[in-house]
């Protein structure tokens, strides 16, 4: 009997193991998710140097050319690195005490190497004084390169038609 | 949804009024805004099929005007004629106050409806 208590322990253990420790695609996706919204928020006190390092290191989550498309604005064009860390830096300009966070994420697998998110991306910060919160819906896709999930484009949802 | 519920107010959302119907004109909806739980309060204003405009402010809907007891406030909006598609409604909130460009107001799919508001 204990034997048995104890082989079963060792499996659960081992299975817990599995499954809470050691990375796997989703958790990368997730983490990597986690770290855009850190490098894309800013507090209103961050430094220049900092500021730079967060963009910079924001556009490294990216392949080299990745679409954005903005459907309620009908913008779509084509960002290198460069161009993702100059827009970040614009953001951080124009909302310089704004938190983001990624919320209600869903990740799917339609082939190896390829990965599908649907996630509501939350904006809660201050512009000229007035406090503000936003949200958007936020569709996005990423490739697995070199062993790195990076992002590979994103869609801002727009729902109502006018 | 100003002034027909305030900002800052509860709301509850009943799940279950379109089980056995289709929303109706003037039904006050809960919408999903973003993801599971981002919600937009409405007012629709259209079923498929409806043509929808404004003129000077002013609500046409099939060609007729509208008298809307429940907006207070209007702004000279202008939108040019549209027909709500199949599976879809036309949504805007009663505070119209506010510049058009900044009211979240459109068609949208039914099934993005979650429900009804009680009360």
């Known amino acids: 009997m204990n034997r048995k208590v104890l082989a079963l322990c060792s499996i659960l253990l081992t299975a817990a193991i599995f499954f809470f420790l050691l990375p796997g695609d989703e958790k990368e996706i997730r983490h990597n998710?986690?770290?855009?919204a850190k490098y894309s928020s800013?507090?209103?006190?961050?430094?220049?140097?900092?500021t730079l390092n967060k963009a910079r290191s924001a556009a490294r989550l990216c392949t080299e050319s990745t679409p954005i498309a903005i459907e309620s604005l009908h913008l779509k064009q084509q960002l290198s690195r460069k161009d993702i860390s100059d827009h970040i830096l614009m953001l951080k300009k124009m909302l310089p005490d704004t938190r983001f966070t990624f919320n209600d994420i869903q990740i799917d697998?339609?082939?190896?190497?390829?990965?599908?998110?649907?996630?509501?991306?939350?904006?809660?910060?201050?512009?000229?004084?007035?406090?503000?919160?936003?949200?958007y819906e936020l569709r996005s896709t990423l490739?697995?390169?070199?062993?790195e999930?990076?992002?590979?484009?994103?869609?801002?949802?727009?729902?109502?038609?006018? | 949804m100003d002034p027909t519920y305030k900002n800052g107010s509860f709301a509850l959302c009943w799940r279950l009024q379109y089980l056995f119907s289709e929303p109706k004109r003037g039904d006050i909806v809960t919408v999903r805004f973003a993801g599971r739980n981002v919600m937009l309060l409405k007012r629709i204003l259209g079923v498929p099929g409806d043509t929808i405009a404004?003129?000077?402010g002013q609500l046409y809907r099939n060609g007729q005007k509208l008298d809307e007891a429940y907006v207070v406030h209007h702004s000279p909006w202008e939108l040019p004629e549209r027909t709500v598609k199949p599976g879809h409604v036309y949504l805007i909130g009663d505070n119209r106050g506010t510049v058009m460009k900044r009211h979240k107001f459109g068609q949208v799919e039914t099934s993005r409806v979650i429900g009804g508001v009680i009360p």
């Open chain 1, 149 to 162: 999930w990076l992002f590979s484009s994103f869609t801002v949802v727009e729902f109502m038609e006018r």
């Open chain 1, 109 to 135: 697998f339609p082939e190896a190497n390829k990965a599908l998110l649907n996630t509501t991306l939350s904006l809660d910060g201050t512009t000229k004084q007035q406090r503000f919160t936003d949200a």
């Open chain 1, 33 to 36: 998710l986690a770290l855009l």
């Open chain 2, 54 to 56: 404004f003129r000077a």
């Open chain 1, 143 to 147: 490739v697995k390169i070199d062993g």
């Open chain 1, 42 to 50: 800013s507090a209103g006190d961050e430094g220049t140097l900092l």
